[in-house]
DNA sequence: CGCTAATCTAGAACAAGTTGCAGACTTGAT
DNA sequence: ATCAAGTCTGCAACTTGTTCTAGATTAGCG
């Protein structure tokens, strides 16, 4: 296993000890103070006090809340592979496994809502300028589902396949954190998008 | 057809004229607004200044910033839906329909790129406490979705193939309004979405 | 018409994201 | 150790969404 640093990924000066410990404390108070409140109760003010750095400080780390909070989410979806590397899904097919995976995703969200509510409100709140932190994200999410599925080399209608299943795992969560879907219908959800796996995977077979 | 006011559907007590007319000029202003510079550009004391009402007023009609933006997609989701109903989509399955008819909004929206970002965005950020006018913008758009397949008694199957068709969309228009996809790997998604469909039909004639 | 309750207006005030600035502190190179 | 460049801090100011208030206006009613 590589020794790079944690969270960011690439790019830019190396950061020294300091910078990361400071970095790091400041996704930990953000972490923290989405799992109370969600969204809201992320205040850059506080964030700043919390993890005892200036406002501009944080700033210069995050340039904008939604930059911090994509942030956060990226370090919580890294865990997240963690933990899912583990204990691989047990389905039969891929469509079962990318199921499970999502399911067992959405059921850790769910222990932290509020925290779950404020990174994917972030996320599709980002403007452009954010664009390629969500795409980051989004390609980590990919990856987890290729995981899933067990999958080296995806064709093109795959990738759509996984992309719409992307599409829908996001939508399905902003409907249920909102209050307007269940965790069964979400469930379902997941389930009938996930059918789309099968047939593309069929039809790959064919070619 | 009913002579019933445009917009507010339902509840609550009846505006007077000049109420009505009132609303109607704050919701132009809005999408007006929008149209220039998308969510930012809407911005409350220009709305309120633009449709010549204080702002107090502003905010009777409307609680917040996203309640307007939720209500400007509203109307024009209303306006979408009367042009859609007066040329339906040409294609043989129901599937081909709904694409079509996705992707015929998606030119409307391209259109205005900036005035969808708005509603768009407002839609996602929306909270709890704007989940009743939220979620009459997604029983229009399953409406919109089940005209364009025809479908009279919908399945519970299908009716779930609508809701990630609904997801998908709203999830791509984003990715599209924020650069992260191109039109072209939208109208990818939304074909490979749509084949859900003739999955679930073809499974409900079967039962 | 004249009254009352509801609504509307103008504008101040407040909250939280964001920016700017002057001075102290760190870092890295010499 | 010393100097220059880059960072960090504390704090004030600005922006925009939201709330509040006091005084007009309007609507409905007898």
């Not at 200036?54 to 909070?69: C, E, I, N």
């Not at 509510?117 to 999410?141: G, H």
């Not at 939508?171 to 909102?178: D, G, M, N, R, Y």
């Not at 389930?191 to 789309?196: A, H, I, K, M, S």
Request: hydrophobic share 40%; charged share 20%.
């Amino acid at each position: 296993m590589p020794a790079e640093a944690s969270s960011a990924s690439s790019s830019s000066p190396p950061l020294t000890e300091r910078q990361e410990a400071r970095r790091r404390r400041i996704l930990h108070a953000s972490a923290q103070l989405a799992s109370r409140g969600g969204f809201d109760a992320v205040q850059m003010r506080e964030v700043a006090e919390s993890s005892q750095v200036a406002l501009g400080t944080l700033y210069r780390y995050f340039p904008s809340k939604v930059h911090l909070l994509v942030a956060t989410m990226q370090a919580q979806l890294e865990h997240m592979h963690g933990t899912l590397r583990k204990k691989p899904p047990q389905g039969d097919t891929a469509a079962q496994r990318v199921a499970e995976t999502l399911m067992r995703a959405f059921r850790a969200l769910q222990r932290e809502p509020h925290l779950a509510d404020a990174m994917v409100r972030a996320l599709t709140f980002a403007d452009r300028s954010v664009s390629p932190e969500v795409d980051q994200v989004s390609r980590q999410t990919t990856v987890i589902i290729l995981d899933a599925m067990g999958l080296e080399n995806p064709t093109a209608q795959q990738l759509s396949a996984v992309r719409v299943i992307e599409h829908t795992w996001h939508s399905a969560l902003i409907t249920w954190l909102s209050g307007r879907a269940s965790i069964a219908q979400v469930k379902i959800d997941i389930e009938t998008v996930c059918r789309l796996i099968d047939l593309t995977t069929a039809e790959a077979r064919t070619e």
